[in-house]
């Protein structure tokens, strides 16, 4: 794995995040029949905020990034997106694990959504998120934080 950090997002380009959005979901939006490249950045744009966002990077390269609101009973990973050529290098792995343990040292639950189709439900199930429901495009999970963490046995 390489030297991959998280840092706040506070002044970068929104659009630079949402085009990285499209890039990531458009095989799974695809393989569902709905790909928007317009709705897929607008998505991300109609609740930016900088202060709940934060970049992944390995030097200078922009990895990816994920968005973690702060709710009053839970925190809700509301995105994350890795550039596909680092995916499968742990760099999942190591965001749910911040994730699982900040919330961990709140005590409060980790909530999420995942397209249907997508191959982060595997995933995101081998974290530890228990699946709670389904619509007709997202699967939606929750993490306890008496669980274990990703990657811990």
């Known amino acids: 794995m390489g030297s991959f950090q998280i840092t706040d997002a506070v002044g970068v380009d929104p659009a630079v ?7 990531v979901m458009r095989p799974s939006l695809e ?4 790909f928007d490249p317009v709705r897929v ?3 991300l744009l109609e609740t930016y905020s900088p202060q709940d966002t934060y970049l992944i990077v390995d030097g200078d390269a922009l990895v990816g990034f994920y968005v973690l609101r ?3 009973d839970h925190l809700l990973l509301d995105h994350l997106y890795i550039k596909g050529e680092y995916q499968g290098r742990g760099v999942g792995q190591m965001v749910v694990k911040a994730v699982q343990e900040a919330a961990k ?15 982060a439900n595997a995933f995101y199930r081998s974290c530890g998120f228990r699946f709670v429901s389904a619509d ?14 990703c990657g811990s046995s």
């Open 70 to 72: 702060k709710r009053e």
């Open 41 to 43: 950045r607008e998505r």
């Open 136 to 149: 007709d495009a997202d699967n939606y999970y929750s993490w306890s934080s008496e669980d274990a963490v």
């Open 105 to 119: 040292a709140e005590h409060m639950e980790v909530r999420l959504r995942a397209l249907i189709s997508s191959p």
């Open 31 to 34: 393989a569902a029949g709905l």
């Open 17 to 23: 995040l949402a085009n990285l959005r499209a890039e």
